[in-house]
C-alpha cells in the first residue's frame, strides 16, 4: 500500500488510512523540536509536495513539556527553559520560513503549536482520554513506555537507566501530542484528516487497530511519509492491513 509520488513516498497504515489519504480533506504534519529532520528545507518539500494535493495543510510543533524533559536529563531547571525556549523559536522559525519558501501554495498552510490548543474542548476531552488510558489501560501504557524508551534511548548514556522523572516528563509530552493522532478532524473541524511522520510510532499498530480501547476516529488517518522510498519487508501487508 506504498504510494510514490514526486518528493515522498508516502504509507498510509490501514486500508482505512489510504481512503482518508485519497479523500485529502486535510493533513497534519507533526514537527518534533530538535529533531534534525526536520530543516527549513525539508518543511520547504514538505509544503510544496502537500499544498496542493490537500484542501488544507497544517504543521504542528511539540512545545509543551519540553522544558520538564530537558530538566528531567540534568538541566538546571533555568537552563532546562532557557534551552526550550531557544529550541522552540528555531523550530517556529523553521517551520514559517519553509512555509514561506515553498511560494504561494494556493492552499491554507496552518502553523501552530500545540500549547494553542490547551484551551480547546475537544482537544481537552481527547487528553483527558490519554491520561485516563494510561492509568487504566496496560496495553496502552506498555506502548507509551515503547515511546518513551525510544525517545530517551539516544539520550542517556551507555548502561544508564530511565528514570522515573525522566519517564514522567516524556509521558506528559508523549500525552500532550496524542489528541492529534486520534482525532485531528474534532480538534481542527475538517471532515478528515492524515497525521503524517517519518516513522512508525510504537503506539501506531494499537491506535489505529481494530478492537476496543483508546483508538482513532474513523476519519483519522496515519501515514508514514518519507523523501526516498523505504525498503520492502514481509511486515508490508499486516501494516496495510484493513483497518
Not at 57 to 84: C, I, T
Not at 105 to 116: D, M
Request: with cysteine; proline share 6%.
Amino acid at each position: 500500500m506504498t504510494i510514490t509520488t514526486d518528493s515522498f513516498t508516502v504509507r498510509p497504515f490501514t486500508r482505512n488510512c489510504h481512503i482518508i489519504w485519497d479523500e485529502a480533506d486535510h493533513v497534519l504534519i507533526g514537527v518534533s523540536p530538535g529533531n534534525s529532520y526536520f530543516s527549513a528545507a525539508r518543511i520547504t518539500e514538505l509544503a510544496r509536495w502537500a499544498a496542493p494535493r490537500f484542501t488544507a495543510v497544517d504543521f504542528v510543533y511539540a512545545d509543551l513539556h519540553v522544558s520538564a524533559v530537558f530538566a528531567a536529563l540534568g538541566h538546571a531547571p533555568e537552563q532546562a527553559a532557557r534551552r526550550a525556549t531557544k529550541e522552540l523559536k528555531a523550530v517556529r522559525r523553521r517551520i514559517l520560513g519553509g512555509v514561506e519558501a515553498a511560494g504561494p501554495p494556493g492552499r491554507r498552510i496552518g502553523v501552530r503549536a500545540l500549547s494553542e490548543f490547551s484551551g480547546d474542548p475537544v482537544y481537552a476531552l481527547l487528553h483527558r482520554r490519554v491520561q485516563h488510558f494510561l492509568v487504566t489501560d496496560e496495553e496502552f501504557r506498555k506502548s507509551c513506555d515503547r515511546m518513551v524508551q525510544q525517545f530517551l534511548a539516544p539520550k542517556l548514556s551507555a548502561g544508564e537507566s530511565i528514570t522515573s522523572e525522566q519517564r514522567s516528563a516524556c509521558l506528559d509530552y508523549i500525552a500532550a501530542e496524542l489528541p492529534f493522532f486520534l482525532d485531528t478532524p474534532g480538534i481542527l473541524g475538517v471532515p478528515s484528516s492524515v497525521s503524517c511522520y517519518h516513522a512508525l510510532m510504537p503506539l501506531t499498530e494499537l491506535l489505529y487497530g481494530k478492537g476496543g480501547g483508546l483508538r482513532a476516529a474513523r476519519n483519522q488517518g496515519y501515514a508514514v511519509v518519507r523523501p526516498e522510498a523505504p525498503e520492502r519487508s514481509v511486515d508490508d501487508d499486516h501494516r496495510a492491513r484493513a483497518a
